[in-house]
């Protein structure tokens, strides 16, 4: 069994900044990629940003809405992935939630999802 557990999200004021995070946990297991998605309300679930392991590099990919302002990074040895999210603004309010797709032990491909963490921007 595999677990991801986010923290970080909290309450910022426009400009601010916060970091998500997102640990796997469990039975033995690679990652494939990991990502966040966030969801506001009344809205359609949006892809924020991905990061994939390639053969040599890591590919990573943001929404456009995010580009220059989010960073998503990955700490292989933790099996943790983070969002460092810059220059907030309230349309970044939303529920975020880590997605990971993993290989498990003996084989196969998974997509875990974790329990989303609320992060709010006040202006």
């Known amino acids: 069994q595999v677990q991801l557990v986010e923290s970080g999200g909290g309450l910022v004021q426009l400009g601010g900044s916060l970091r998500l995070s997102c640990a796997a946990s469990?039975?033995?297991?690679?990652?494939?990629?990991m990502g966040w998605y966030r969801q506001a309300p009344g809205k359609e679930r949006e892809l924020v940003a991905r990061?994939?392991?390639?053969?040599?590099?890591?590919?990573?990919s943001y929404a456009d809405s995010v580009k220059g302002r989010f960073t998503i990074s990955i700490m292989n040895a933790a099996n943790t992935v983070y969002l460092q999210m810059n220059s907030l603004k309230p349309e970044d309010t939303a529920v975020y939630y880590c997605?990971?797709?993993?290989?498990?032990?003996?084989?196969?491909?998974?997509?875990?999802w974790g329990q989303g963490t609320q992060v709010t921007v006040s202006s």
């Open positions: 997605t990971a797709q993993l290989t498990i032990a003996p084989a196969g491909q998974y997509d875990y």
């Open positions: 469990g039975s033995s297991f690679s990652i494939n990629a």
């Open positions: 990061i994939r392991r390639g053969g040599s590099t890591n590919y990573v």
